[in-house]
């Protein structure tokens, strides 16, 4: 398996633009994470979804910011408008949820890292 | 909510000595705890999970002790290597619909050769 897949790894955008992320989770998988990390903040989770469908996005920081699953092998997190404190690492993470156990581990994927100008 | 304190934030050993990093929850109902290693650039990986109901578990070098009744856990690296320099992340969620993990604020763990 190869993994969860993001695109694109880098992305520089100048403030006011639109900018997605792209994220594929791991086949089987059906809980999808989207975290963000800034040495400031850490690793804050935005918005998870379970068998596509958005279970909690109260880490979205603002309206500016959403995120879709249309299908389970693929995720969209999108910024609009991009501001210079968006600045940071994004994580697409997946995992296997059983019924309604425990945690179980979350496979991250590589990463974006965003540079709003 | 949930709330994951993570100490020490820093932590530098030497080569072949122990490296212990502590975590509390705040949450009771919390009860799986994973750890998880971020190399520098890289993503987070997990390394070791323990839930409630194991008050210690171990993979080699590491292990991972529970204590719900403090509502603490912590990492244990016993002769550590330079390859175990990163940033050490723990982690608290419960039983729901989904799995929202709280991470703690991480540790910079520095093997010294």
């Known amino acids: 398996d190869a993994g969860v897949i993001q695109s694109p790894r880098h992305e520089v955008t100048e403030m006011g633009q639109e900018v997605t992320l792209r994220c594929k989770p791991i086949?089987?998988?059906?809980?999808l994470f989207w975290y963000r990390q800034t040495m400031m903040r850490g690793l804050e989770l935005l918005i998870y979804?379970?068998?596509?469908?958005?279970i909690d996005d109260s880490g979205m920081p603002e309206d500016r910011f959403s995120a879709k699953m249309p299908n389970a092998s693929f995720s969209t997190l999108k910024i609009q408008p991009s501001e210079p404190r968006d600045s940071a690492v994004y994580f697409c993470?997946?995992?296997?949820?059983w019924g309604q156990g425990a945690g179980e581990t979350q496979y991250f994927g590589p990463g974006t890292r965003l540079l709003v100008l | 909510g949930e709330n994951v304190e993570q100490h020490p934030s820093t932590l530098s050993v030497q080569e072949g000595d122990s490296a212990v990093i502590k975590c509390t929850y705040s949450?009771?109902?919390?009860?799986?705890f994973p750890w998880y290693k971020q190399e520098l650039g890289k993503r987070p990986q997990l390394i070791i999970d323990?839930?409630?109901?194991?008050g210690e578990k171990k993979d080699q070098r590491i292990a991972v002790t529970l204590n719900k009744t403090a509502k603490h856990f912590s990492l244990h690296i016993t002769e550590t290597q330079p390859e175990d320099s990163a940033v050490y992340f723990c982690?608290?969620?419960?039983?729901?619909?989904?799995?929202?993990?709280?991470f703690g604020p991480g540790t910079r763990l520095s093997v010294l050769p």
């Open positions: 993470a997946s995992s296997h949820l």
């Open positions: 949450d009771s109902a919390s009860n799986y």
């Open positions: 323990i839930r409630s109901n194991v």
């Open positions: 982690a608290a969620s419960k039983d729901n619909y989904g799995q929202n993990f709280v």
């Open positions: 086949s089987g998988h059906n809980s």
């Open positions: 979804f379970n068998n596509n469908v958005p």
